[in-house]
């Protein structure tokens, strides 16, 4: 096992938290994690990957060991993506091949459609594409039920909600099923609910749904909503490996139909019995697939 150092990493804006293995002046390869997760999702493939490549993970703003601002449009995506490229930097890479999973993968698709001269490849795991996203909410009812949840996340009333369930019971209702089957420790349980516990951390981590401008309409609606997506398309011109896990029940398969458009460089793998929990799920299958689309089989 690769040993696992951590940074602390000065954008000018935030100071982030980064877990790294492999040796600097490796081909950079960077793990974004999802809400409300942190470096710690990723620990196995930093294993798995920081022999071949300087693998990092960072925690994201607002999550787990990273700084917290306090303003909502703190939060907009620009700033994660700026945020990315000032860990480029930092790490001394010309490119990077980022890894992004949920929120984080949410990330990679702006820096790939921002960034193309500094994207080597693209690798999503279970997070739609912008574009996409946005139209099935509009045009697809299960979708739109399906993400009503976020609604739900960018109430004012959420972090109350929460802490009157527990913070403990609310890591159990999303993470109980990996941490019963031994995906995730006791350890990193411990450690996730002692960061979510911290003040301010709840707000952190439910601002990245607030300041996201994605429209979701009520379900059972019909919504009209002109979103002008001609104007601002996601175009990503990187070779692109997109992995999903078919189970999925908050983000549905039909956000793969048309990816081919905004993606010409795509390649997609389905994992049946996968969940949208699936870097916990299959972490060797989902290394495996990574390591031969990249040729390092």
């Not at 982030?16 to 809400?35: D, E, I, S």
Request: charged content about 20%; hydrophobic content about 45%.
């Amino acid at each position: 096992m690769e040993t696992i150092h951590h940074d602390q990493v000065h954008t000018g804006r935030v100071r982030l938290h980064v877990a790294r293995a492999g040796a600097a002046g490796g081909r950079l390869l960077m793990f974004l994690h999802g809400f409300p997760e942190s470096w710690m999702s990723w620990r196995k493939y930093l294993d798995g990957f920081g022999g071949d490549f300087l693998a990092v993970a960072p925690d994201l703003r607002g999550f787990n060991d990273s700084d917290r601002p306090v303003a909502v449009a703190d939060y907009e995506i620009g700033h994660v993506v700026d945020d990315i490229r000032a860990l480029v930097a930092h790490y001394g890479a010309q490119r990077v091949t980022l890894v992004g999973h949920d929120w984080g993968g949410i990330a990679a698709w702006h820096f790939a459609a921002r960034h193309a001269e500094l994207l080597e490849r693209l690798i999503i795991l279970n997070a739609p594409h912008p574009n996409i996203f946005q139209r099935a909410l509009l045009s697809d009812p299960a979708q739109r039920a399906a993400s009503q949840y976020m609604t739900r996340l960018r109430d004012s009333g959420c972090e109350a909600r929460l802490q009157g369930v527990g913070i403990e019971t609310f890591w159990m209702s999303l993470f109980g099923e990996h941490f019963q089957r031994g995906r995730i420790s006791q350890a990193d349980k411990e450690s996730a609910i002692a960061a979510w516990s911290q003040p301010g951390a709840l707000t952190a981590m439910l601002n990245w749904y607030r300041a996201s401008p994605i429209v979701v309409p009520p379900d059972g609606s019909n919504p009209v909503v002109d979103i002008n997506e001609g104007n601002h398309p996601l175009k990503v011109s990187a070779p692109t490996l997109v992995i999903w896990g078919m189970q999925d029940n908050l983000l549905l398969p039909c956000l793969l139909d048309g990816l081919q458009t905004f993606v010409p460089q795509l390649t997609v793998k389905r994992l049946d019995a996968a969940g949208h929990g699936l870097i916990h799920e299959e972490p060797d299958q989902i290394t495996a697939l990574i390591r031969a689309w990249m040729g390092k089989s």
